[in-house]
T-cell receptor, first 110, second 114 residues
Framework: AQSVSQHNHHVILSEAASLELGCNYSYGGTVNLFWYVQYPGQHLQLLLKYFSGDPLVKGIKGFEAEFIKSKFSFNLRKPSVQWSDTAEYFCALGGFKTIFGAGTRLFVKA | EAQVTQNPRYLITVTGKKLTVTCSQNMNHEYMSWYRQDPGLGLRQIYYSMNVEVTDKGDVPEGYKVSRKEKRNFPLILESPSPNQTSLYFC?????????????FGEGSWLTVV
């Protein structure tokens, strides 16, 4: 069965710290992977996505993610976080029944 | 402006009183779906629709109904709400149901069943 797991449910960082959020998936076929972000009080919006080509994907606001097929992973990274990055981040495996991870709440201290 | 609109945004209702949450998209998307978001569980799909008159169950369909009579609308119906349906609900759409499509979400509907 397809699944997505996010390892960290809560992350607290200081501004300028580096960020890496883990995401692992379980699926044997061609994958389409997404990271969505939900800022406080808002709806989810796309951060970045991978469906083929370069496994290092760049998204909005300085975020990037690397698809590592051998590890079934799609970790999200940002070299230097800002207070405005405080949000909940969801990894998702795309398809007609898109599967979301449980989410990681990031709090960035000013 | 491209958007997914859902109403009501906030609702408190009583157990057993039928309610409908409307959802409309203006992007001519074929695919629409409903999710519920609960703490620690992420988003779970309730129902989805690949096109007009084509709907199917997601992971947590119990207690919900949907219909897709028009391409732009995809209402979620709770025939007899119960407290365990208290949640944050999101309607979403994408161009097709293919895996590479970005999902566009509505603003969310906070539902409390007492």
């Amino acid at each position: 069965a397809q699944s997505v797991s996010q390892h960290n449910h809560h992350v607290i960082l200081s501004e300028a710290a580096s960020l890496e959020l883990g995401c692992n998936y379980s699926y044997g076929g061609t994958v389409n992977l997404f990271w969505y972000v939900q800022y406080p009080g808002q709806h989810l919006q796309l951060l970045l996505k991978y469906f083929s080509g370069d496994p290092l994907v760049k998204g909005i606001k300085g975020f990037e993610a690397e698809f590592i097929k051998s590890k079934f992973s799609f970790n999200l990274r940002k070299p230097s976080v800002q207070w405005s990055d405080t949000a909940e981040y969801f990894c998702a495996l795309g398809g007609f029944k898109t599967i979301f991870g449980a989410g990681t709440r990031l709090f960035v201290k000013a | 402006e491209a958007q997914v609109t859902q109403n009501p945004r906030y609702l408190i209702t009583v157990t057993g009183k039928k309610l409908t949450v409307t959802c409309s998209q203006n992007m001519n998307h074929e695919y629409m779906s409903w999710y519920r978001q609960d703490p620690g569980l992420g988003l779970r799909q309730i129902y989805y629709s690949m096109n007009v008159e084509v709907t199917d169950k997601g992971d947590v369909p119990e207690g919900y109904k949907v219909s897709r009579k028009e391409k732009r609308n995809f209402p979620l119906i709770l025939e007899s709400p119960s407290p365990n349906q208290t949640s944050l609900y999101f309607c979403a759409s994408s161009p097709t149901g293919q895996g590479g499509n970005t999902i566009y979400f509505g603003e969310g509907s906070w539902l409390t069943v007492v």
